[in-house]
């Protein structure tokens, strides 16, 4: 009996998936990459926003044709679209056997058994759940690096965001608990560990009555195997000093803030229901860089917001341009049903946003551009990835100004020799939009 899964959306998403890989494994269940060759095949979706949700439900109807041209006898649908849908999705999609919410991971096996002996099922509810060190997990990521979720679920309940329906409520893993996967972790081979959660910066005030972050990265930096340690999704709200502080003097901790913006036109911070002011952004924008020497730091921003005006767009566009953020995301805002926002008035065109999200992306390519340049002549660590199958001695990697799957690479040219999980010391020659091109000066593996 074989199966297969796709993973869809985000990391947080995808350690979900790994997890359940894990517990078929666990079940006596052989596991391929195949799904011609799959008895069972699992879609892990997204639910994100509305270009996620149609890519999951092609996904699904696309995996649902190995019924007939493959070996396909149960089809599962699990993650946040089974979770927001139920009983809906499973009605209008008669391709599924089986729906699995975010809270039901766990019961992998109960669908693979119920769906094998014909029975359509749902195993989804509230959220409450959160997987643990003891629990089996797969890596899917490069043995080299691996994301570790610390916290499930979200509070903050920002007026544009489904995610608190979907996850539930906020929920700290244990500072012992993580540790323990961590140390796992490293002693399988793991350099960097890139540490997510929907806010990692309310790490801990669940269990503890104030955000602790700080105190997990001083633990986590205590194991000897790992070099780099990597917070992604902290929200400004809960960017304390103490955490500033921790990042500017633990060497593992990488100089590298990702901090989720949104806007920065106060009136439209407060219709998305976000605690930050432009003021208070711009006084967190300052001690980072005066603290941090040398932070690279990445924001996300949302145009289209409904009511949004010119004048506000401009300021958010002032607001790139004053900041000079090393890298940014930018999104059209996308009307999700149940939330706070699809019910404004002032709806935005579908034009409009886009007009606004290239003028936009046009500016931050080229900070961005002009940030990857101004590293020419400078030296950075660099964690090998692969290699260029045209170009024998060139590889490519990330420093640590980058994180995977989102930012841009480095890329090493004469570097014969090196493997994926090597550290090398580049010289930076040229910069670009996006990466950036050096030649090695010495390597540490």
Same mark, same amino acid.
């Given at each position: 009996?074989?199966?297969?899964?796709? %993973?869809?959306? *985000?990391?947080?998403?995808? =350690?979900?998936?790994?997890?359940?890989?894990?517990?078929? #494994?666990?079940?006596?269940? /052989?596991?391929?990459?195949?799904?011609?060759?799959?008895?069972?095949?699992?879609?892990?979706?997204?639910?994100?926003?509305?270009?996620?949700?149609?890519?999951?439900?092609?996904?699904?109807?696309?995996?649902?044709?190995?019924?007939? %041209?493959?070996? *396909?006898?149960?089809?599962? =649908?699990?993650?946040?679209?089974?979770?927001?849908?139920? #009983?809906?999705?499973?009605? /209008?999609?008669?391709?599924?056997?089986?729906?699995?919410?975010?809270?039901?991971?766990?019961?992998?096996?109960?669908?693979?058994?119920?769906?094998?002996?014909?029975?359509?099922?749902?195993?989804?509810g509230e959220s409450e759940i959160i997987y643990d060190a003891r629990m089996p997990r797969i890596l899917t990521t490069p043995g080299y690096t691996a994301y570790l979720k610390i916290a499930e679920g979200c509070d903050n309940r920002c007026s544009f965001c489904a995610i608190p329906m979907i996850r539930g409520r906020y929920r700290s893993r244990t500072v012992e608990d993580i540790v323990e996967e961590a140390k796992k972790l490293a002693a399988g081979g793991a350099k960097e560990l890139n540490l997510i959660a929907q806010d990692t910066t309310a790490y801990g005030r669940d269990l503890y009555g104030v955000a602790s972050l700080p105190r997990l990265l001083r633990e986590l930096a205590k194991i000897e195997d790992l070099r780099w340690i990597?917070?992604?999704?902290s929200y400004p709200r809960f960017f304390t000093d103490e955490l500033i502080d921790t990042i500017a003097s633990e060497p593992k901790l990488v100089k590298y803030v990702d901090l989720p913006l949104q806007h920065a036109d106060d009136a439209l911070l407060r219709a998305m229901h976000r605690a930050d002011t432009r003021v208070s952004m711009e006084k967190l924008l300052t001690k980072l860089r005066d603290r941090i020497p040398g932070v690279a730091v990445r924001s996300t921003f949302i145009v289209g917001f409904p009511g949004e005006t010119d004048e506000q767009f401009a300021a958010l566009r002032s607001f790139l341009e004053e900041q000079r953020f090393d890298k940014a995301g930018i999104f059209t805002y996308s009307a999700e049903e149940g939330t706070p926002a699809a019910e404004l008035p002032g709806q935005i065109s579908e034009n409009v946003m886009q007009e606004r999200?290239?003028?936009?992306?046009?500016?931050?390519?080229?900070?961005?551009?002009?940030?990857?340049?101004?590293?020419?002549?400078?030296?950075?660590?660099?964690?090998?990835?692969?290699?260029?199958?045209?170009?024998?001695?060139?590889?490519?990697?990330?420093?640590?100004?980058?994180?995977?799957?989102?930012?841009g690479q480095v890329f090493i040219e004469g570097c014969g020799g090196v493997k994926p999980g090597d550290m090398v010391r580049v010289r930076v020659s040229q910069g670009f939009t996006y990466d950036v091109v050096g030649e090695p000066v010495g390597w540490n593996r």
């Open positions: 009996m074989k199966a297969g899964i796709i %993973s869809l959306g *985000c990391a947080k998403n995808l =350690v979900d998936t790994e997890v359940m890989l894990g517990l078929l #494994q666990e079940g006596g269940i /052989e596991l391929t990459r195949k799904p011609e060759e799959a008895d069972i095949l699992i879609v892990n979706t997204c639910a994100f926003i509305e270009t996620a949700k149609k890519e999951s439900i092609t996904t699904v109807l696309n995996m649902a044709e190995y019924k007939t %041209s493959g070996k *396909c006898r149960s089809l599962i =649908v699990a993650g946040c679209l089974g979770q927001r849908y139920g #009983q809906a999705l499973l009605d /209008e999609l008669p391709e599924a056997d089986a729906i699995i919410g975010t809270g039901a991971w766990g019961r992998i096996m109960e669908a693979v058994e119920e769906t094998l002996h014909g029975n359509r099922v749902i195993l989804a990597r917070c992604l999704y999200y290239h003028a936009l992306m046009s500016l931050q390519c080229k900070i961005s551009e002009e940030v990857n340049q101004s590293l020419e002549g400078k030296e950075l660590d660099v964690l090998v990835e692969g290699r260029e199958e045209e170009q024998e001695n060139v590889a490519y990697g990330r420093s640590y100004r980058e994180a995977p799957e989102v930012d």
